[in-house]
């Protein structure tokens, strides 16, 4: 079994229900949640828009590799109405769903497609620090 510390937010629609369906779709098809923060409400960072989020953390565990596990959170955030991947698109903008990776157990992990550990969640983003605070 893997640890992982996944972060979720949402800015779209019903910020609240996606969170709820992401975390079930998570629980479901990823591994089992361990624990998890509790939600809170944040500004957007790294960009502007009218629209606040509703961020909450969660440790898991699971048998994917960290790029099957990268490949799972997007068919959910897809499922859940998310067209663009900002990593992909080189801009932040809103979304129903975001889902990232921010530990995998203890490593090191970096690819054209995947950085673990997030260094803008563990560094940069106050409310991921809060939450972070909470998980580990």
Avoid: C, Q, W
């Avoid at 939600?39 to 960009?47: A, G, K, R």
């Amino acid at each position: 079994m893997n640890k992982v510390v996944l972060l979720l937010g949402s800015n779209l629609g019903d910020k609240k229900n996606n969170i709820i369906k992401a975390l079930d779709l998570i629980n479901y098809k990823i591994g089992r949640i361990l624990k998890k923060s509790e939600l809170i409400e944040s500004e957007p960072e790294d960009y502007i828009s009218k629209n606040n989020y509703f961020n909450i953390g969660v440790v898991i565990n699971t048998t994917l590799s960290p790029i099957k596990l990268l490949k799972s959170i997007k068919k959910i955030e897809h499922f859940l109405g998310r067209d663009y991947d900002s990593f992909y698109s080189g801009k932040y903008e809103d979304r129903t769903i975001d889902i990232d990776i921010v530990y995998y157990n203890s490593i090191l992990f970096y690819s054209k497609h995947l950085n673990i550990p997030h260094i803008s969640h563990i560094s940069k983003r106050s409310f991921s620090k809060k939450i972070l605070y909470e998980l580990v």
